[in-house]
């Protein structure tokens, strides 16, 4: 079961890694999925357009930047290298710690959890407060796997379509 999972969680990835190029940004792998492969066999670390966040580095501190690094994927503006949005998949690890990684980035930038759609009304039953207050007012939003695949067939993806597709707690 862990294998499907994980093969689960490395397409989904993938897939938001695809729609991130398309769309036009620079796209990076958290450092812990990097050498993940995928259903043919393909790394992570080699469809990101990124393999470090150097082009940021000088943007936030030593440990921010660590944490930034763990982010599943990060989407970057090819013009001048800032984050734009980031994506947490998560299929079966805890919510709150995409929470952690995402504070890190600045609240304004677009944050997306994406979740299986049996983990939904998981994630919606949350009543922790210090959760949902930090879920809303770091901009973060929710969307399914499904959501995802449907992305792929946009022929000009965006972070909009993104935030369409997705919900708030």
Not at 49 to 65: A, E, F, G, K, M
Not at 129 to 150: A, D, K
């Amino acid at each position: 079961m862990a294998v499907k999972n994980s093969t689960q969680h490395s397409q989904v990835i993938r897939q938001i890694v695809n729609i991130g190029k398309r769309a036009g940004f620079a796209v990076y792998v958290g450092k812990r999925e990097q050498p993940e492969a995928t259903e043919d066999g393909t790394l992570l670390r080699d469809i990101a357009s990124l393999q470090t966040l150097v082009p940021v580095q000088s943007l936030y501190d030593p440990r921010q930047l660590e944490r930034i690094e763990m982010i599943d994927v990060v989407w970057l503006s090819e013009r001048d290298s800032r984050i734009k949005c980031i994506f947490e998949v998560e299929n079966s690890t805890g919510f709150t710690s995409a929470i952690v990684r995402g504070s890190n980035i600045e609240k304004d930038t677009p944050k997306f959890m994406i979740v299986p759609a049996n983990r939904e009304k998981e994630l919606q039953s949350i009543q922790d407060p210090l959760f949902l207050t930090s879920f809303r007012e770091n901009n973060w939003r929710y969307t399914t796997y499904e959501n995802i695949i449907r992305l792929m067939g946009y022929s000009s993806p965006s972070i909009s379509e993104v935030e369409r597709v997705s919900k708030s707690l």
